[in-house]
């Protein structure tokens, strides 16, 4: 039970300030009771204890629990660095903000709330044995509580550039836009888009290419998958168009849309083309079919062609044999018209954003330390606070548009709230100027009607399989 605060005497005397603007004068006081500004986390505590949040880490943790009796318990510490993040944390030294904030503490069941010293010691227990006996179990566990759409899915691949200052494992120098010659990680990601959801993620070392490992990734991110749950087609930039992934995903018949590179080949099928599609002014769509040098297998081309305009970027590459366009080449099994194949194509950009909102809004590359396996499970735990958000947005605001990290911390958890008793019963109470009960109930109330989704009936096996008609 959360113990009761004292209330402490003054220890200073009230001073006066004037008003910036007006000569009103303000009298600066304290008081003795807690307040939160972060009130608004009621609706998700609420949803984390809906759907088994705290029963899911004490079955997953890797480590013995402290036999201490002054000893933080290891739940509470991986929790304390889950808010840090949703707060709007930046470094394992923002969770001092939260050690203060005793109506937070109250709304999470915690008597102490742990230091940043002791949240680095927890992800420095980590090793590579560690990362998986304790991530896994938790993503299949958030799986379940996914809702697929009635076609399946589009899984995403990307890669993106972490910026590393100092001496940390794995953190060498590689492709870097932004600091040219620094050292830097280059993790992996799989995206289900429509969740949006965060099916898998490797940290790698900053000197890897971009689809470094994407067979054995792509095997894990598949494994993680409940039955019930179908991928739709799998999709990538220029940089997973190599010749051992692409040839992975045709031998097991997995529809994909990956960016091809220009190459000799490739530029000759589309200087070959003789029937363009026009769909307006500006564009034209065809296809064509190659096999690339050294590769065992025909592959379909589907070419978008854009006219070159002194006002507007284009994208793709210029070629020399058909100037005044540029040309975009997408390698794909879809059996689709090419203006389709190109529809669908074009939805991958929402993994760009997700990325985006990992590192400017929830702070990815901010929470770093020296051993490898340590940092990894910073990073694996950032990626897992996304898709508590995700999964809580999909419970408390069903059918609405989706919100990034940020404006779901401005527009839902930052509300003013004061602690406070009623008897023996802790009382948080909500301001009304931050939208108090009015705003905040129906939120609540949505998280605690929440019903574990159930898997869709499924066809009979010749019919419905894992990956685009077959399995792996």
């Known amino acids: 039970m959360q113990s009761k605060p004292t209330a402490l005497p003054h ?16 009298v600066l006081d304290e008081t003795p009771k807690a307040i939160t500004p972060f009130g608004g986390l009621a609706s998700l505590i609420a949803f984390l204890g809906r759907i088994g949040f705290v029963e899911q880490l004490e079955s997953a943790m890797p480590f013995a629990a402290a036999t201490s009796n002054n000893a933080i318990p290891l739940t509470h510490t991986f929790t304390a660095f889950l808010m840090t993040v949703v707060t709007g944390g930046r470094r394992f030294a923002h969770a001092q903000w939260l050690r203060a904030d005793h109506a937070l503490h109250a709304l999470l069941g915690m008597d102490r709330f742990p230091g940043d010293d ?9 090793s590579q044995s560690h990362v998986q006996a304790f991530y896994r179990p938790l993503w299949k566990w958030t799986l379940e509580q996914v809702n697929m759409p009635a076609r399946g899915f589009h899984l995403d691949l990307d890669s993106t550039v972490l910026q590393r200052s100092g001496k940390q494992e794995g953190a060498v120098k590689g492709y870097n ?9 280059h ?3 799989a995206v289900l888009a429509e969740a949006p959801f965060i099916l898998h993620g490797w940290l790698r070392s900053g000197n890897t290419v971009a689809a470094g490992g994407a067979v054995e990734f792509l095997k894990e991110a598949l494994a993680l998958l409940p039955e019930w749950i179908k991928i739709w087609c799998i999709r990538g930039d220029s940089g997973f168009f190599e010749k051992d992934l692409i040839e992975f995903l045709e031998e097991h018949k997995m529809p994909y849309i990956v960016v091809a590179r220009i190459s000799l080949r490739t530029r000759q099928g589309c200087n070959a083309v003789k029937e363009w599609k ?5 564009f034209s769509v065809a296809e064509f079919q190659a096999k690339l040098m050294g590769w065992s297998k025909t592959l379909r081309f589907v070419v978008i062609r854009e006219r070159l305009r002194e006002r507007k970027e284009t994208s793709g590459r210029k070629l020399f044999e058909m100037p005044g366009y540029t040309f975009r080449v997408l390698a794909t099994n879809r059996t689709e018209d090419p203006m389709e194949v190109w529809r669908a194509y074009n939805g991958r950009g929402c993994v760009e954003q997700r990325i985006e909102e990992l590192k400017g809004e929830l702070a990815v590359q901010g929470f770093c330390l020296k051993p490898f396996w340590a940092t990894e499970a ?6 897992l606070t996304f898709n508590l958000l995700s999964l809580f947005q999909q419970v408390t605001r069903p059918g609405q548009a989706y919100m990034q ?7 839902v958890f930052l509300a003013g709230a004061v602690l406070g008793w009623a008897g023996r019963e802790v009382v948080v109470r909500l301001s009304a100027a931050w939208g108090g009960l009015r705003k905040h ?3 609540v109330e949505s998280a605690l009607r929440w019903q574990k989704p159930t898997s869709p009936k499924l066809d009979p096996p010749d019919a419905l399989l894992a990956i685009g008609g077959c399995t792996i």
Do not use: C, W, Y
Not at 11 to 26: D, H, M, V, Y
Not at 118 to 126: E, G, H, K, P, Q
């Open 278 to 282: 026009q769909i307006d002014e500006n």
């Open 187 to 189: 993790p992996l990601l």
């Open 11 to 26: 220890q200073t005397t009230p001073t006066e300030i004037n008003a910036l603007f007006g000569r009103a004068k303000l």
């Open 378 to 383: 910073a990073f694996l735990s950032v990626l």
């Open 441 to 443: 109930k129906p939120l």
């Open 177 to 185: 836009p932004l600091r040219r010659g620094r050292g830097s990680h």
């Open 118 to 126: 002791t949240i680095r010691n927890f992800f420095l227990r980590f």
């Open 405 to 411: 990290p940020a404006t779901l911390r401005t527009a």
